[in-house]
């Protein structure tokens, strides 16, 4: 059997180009050129590299047949295939290639038909362009003649060299000088398993578009592709091995894995993890917002009233956000869904802060934070987070799950008790019952004035979960001098029903006077007599959010 480790291959002598992509090709193809390397070329890149002066043999002269059928048969020839497929150190394959008369191919630079920006044009997809495009014309973007042109390539890559991507033109070049002509081999070990790499993502958001054509929401297989962005010092704990990867054709919009860095130390797992949170939480929000996130947790989210939305409602928001919880904000990770301005700027750095993340921030904020030279300030350029993936992934030991991105919210409320809650009740319960999405189960929240005043978390027992968010509200209450925690008068979200009525009772203790919740327990007779009993007004939603 021919031993297939890499080995140097041969002085590159004949490159074949095809790309969509022609970001630095008329540099790469003129340093080819002086390496006295013979180019083949197709259509637009051919006529593309002419123009730049650079001399070219059409594919069709080389195989001495034409292209057909509008270019859809233009390389998937024999004498193209044969010439890269054929193994340099195997008499067999050197047979072949001298009796039809083959000559080699030694590198192949080839990218592929746009199919992620032609479905992006269609009417409905997200960040779609204007003009749209039809079914017809995605399925012409599905490139054949690439893929098979890139895996032969990257399948011998033991004697040929395989570039896919613009951003490594400059390292073959490069390599190329430094080697009299040759690809070494680490090299083009690389940019096979790159090439590899492309080719699996294309076909993956091939399979996921064509998948949803024929109406199918979870498709047969499903390939989750990313591109690397960077490694990430290390994971949730040092002994962790980390790395971001961003979506295969970023949109730039709306998230915190695009966001500009304006300064600050390194981004950590946990820091975009924490981001993350903060940034899906202050984004549920049409009016301007503040979130302070811990361990992925609210620690405090407030908003301003609709009827004042000015963004200098945004300091109090963060005052009241930050009077939930301040020992748990120390540290924590502050989001805003307006522009920061220097007086926020100023109140933010007060205690220390590990990230702060919003849309825009002017000159006077950016030169407040840039006195903390370790936070880490992000800007999103968007006001809205939902415009990435629709799905959520999360892995098993040997498999993982799917799942829809949780934007729901009731359209409806029932109200079940003798007493109907009032208008200033029913916006803070709307406003608790938000911020419960984005709480770990089991979720309690307090909130009054549009604050949250008591938050519990992650807690294995509901009823728990609503005493700690009431020991938290006594803690801050005492920490702010009032004579009252701010549980008193307020509403109540809980995520989930209540399976007794002892966690209602817990907050009816707390001094809660309106509650919202899904519904739905077999006891919510009980329930219901609790809060009647109490005299409080209680809703359900049935709808529920878990937060794992």
């Given at each position: ?25 008329a ?6 050129s ?23 043999i ?16 233009k390389?998937?020839?024999p ?7 054929g ?12 009796e ?5 191919i030694?590198l ?13 044009k269609?009417?409905?997809?997200k ?9 017809d ?14 895996r032969?390539?990257?399948?011998n890559?033991?004697?040929v ?6 951003a490594?033109y400059?390292?073959?070049?490069a ?18 398993a ?19 054509q ?38 730039g ?8 860095q ?10 975009l ?38 963004e200098?409602?945004?300091?109090k928001?963060?005052?009241?956000a ?12 502050v989001?805003?869904n ?8 100023q ?34 350029g ?26 729901g919210?009731p359209a ?21 019952f938000?911020?419960?999405k ?6 309690i ?14 807690q ?13 509200a ?28 002892d ?22 007779n009980?329930v ?21």
């Amino acid at each position: 059997m021919t031993d297939q480790i890499a080995v140097d291959p041969a002085v590159v002598s004949r490159a074949l180009i095809s790309v969509s992509n022609k970001d630095g090709l008329a540099e790469l193809a003129a340093a080819l050129s002086a390496f006295d390397i013979e180019i083949l070329s197709t259509g637009g890149s051919a006529a593309f590299l002419r123009q730049a002066g650079v001399e070219v043999i059409d594919v069709s002269e080389h195989t001495g047949f034409p292209e057909i059928m509008g270019g859809r048969v233009k390389t998937l020839h024999p004498k193209i295939h044969g010439g890269i497929l054929g193994r340099r150190n195997e008499p067999g394959d050197r047979a072949a290639m001298e009796e039809h008369t083959i000559p080699p191919i030694d590198l192949v630079v080839v990218n592929l038909y746009p199919f992620a920006e032609t479905i992006a044009k269609q009417p409905g997809a997200k960040n779609s362009g204007t003009g749209g495009t039809d079914f017809d014309e995605a399925i012409e973007n599905i490139d054949i003649g690439g893929p098979a042109l890139i895996r032969a390539a990257a399948k011998n890559h033991a004697h040929v060299g395989v570039v896919t991507d613009p951003a490594d033109y400059q390292e073959v070049i490069a390599a190329l000088s430094a080697h009299g002509g040759n690809l070494p081999a680490a090299l083009t070990r690389r940019l096979a398993a790159k090439a590899f790499g492309h080719t699996a993502a294309y076909d993956g958001l091939i399979n996921e578009w064509l998948s949803a054509q024929a109406g199918l929401d979870f498709p047969h297989r499903m390939t989750i592709a990313g591109t690397l962005s960077r490694e990430l010092r290390y994971g949730e704990n040092p002994h962790q091995r980390a790395a971001l990867y961003l979506p295969v054709s970023p949109n730039g919009q709306g998230g915190v894995a695009q966001a500009q860095q304006v300064q600050g130390k390194e981004l950590s797992y946990n820091n975009l993890n924490d981001a993350d949170a903060a940034w899906a939480l202050v984004c549920e929000f049409e009016a301007p917002a503040v979130a302070i996130i811990k361990h992925a947790n609210p620690c405090g989210v407030a908003r301003v009233p609709d009827a004042d939305k000015a963004e200098a409602g945004l300091m109090k928001a963060y005052e009241a956000a930050l009077a939930c919880d301040p020992v748990s904000a120390f540290g924590g990770v502050v989001a805003v869904n307006r522009v920061l301005d220097e007086e926020l700027a100023q109140a933010i750095t007060a205690i220390f802060t590990e990230v702060v993340i919003a849309p825009a921030a002017d000159d006077a904020a950016i030169a407040v934070f840039a006195a903390k030279k370790n936070l880490r300030l992000l800007l999103t350029g968007a006001t809205e987070v939902n415009q990435g993936p629709a799905r959520r992934v999360s892995q098993l030991a040997d498999g993982f799950l799917v799942q829809d991105f949780d934007d729901g919210m009731p359209a409806e409320l029932q109200v079940v008790s003798d007493r109907s809650p009032s208008s200033v009740e029913l916006a803070d319960m709307d406003f608790a019952f938000r911020v419960a999405k984005h709480v770990k189960s089991n979720a309690i929240v307090y909130a009054k004035n549009l604050a949250t005043v008591g938050i519990g978390a992650g807690q294995m027992s509901r009823v728990d979960s609503a005493r700690i968010a009431a020991t938290k509200a006594i803690d801050a209450a005492e920490k702010a001098g009032s004579e009252q925690p701010g549980t008193v008068g307020s509403a109540v979200a809980s995520d989930a029903f209540f399976p007794f009525a002892d966690g209602l009772t817990a907050a009816i203790e707390a001094g809660a006077v309106a509650v919202i919740q899904p519904g739905g327990s077999v006891r919510d007779n009980e329930v219901i007599a609790a809060a009647n009993d109490a005299g409080i007004a209680m809703v359900f939603t049935g709808m529920r959010h878990f937060r794992h």
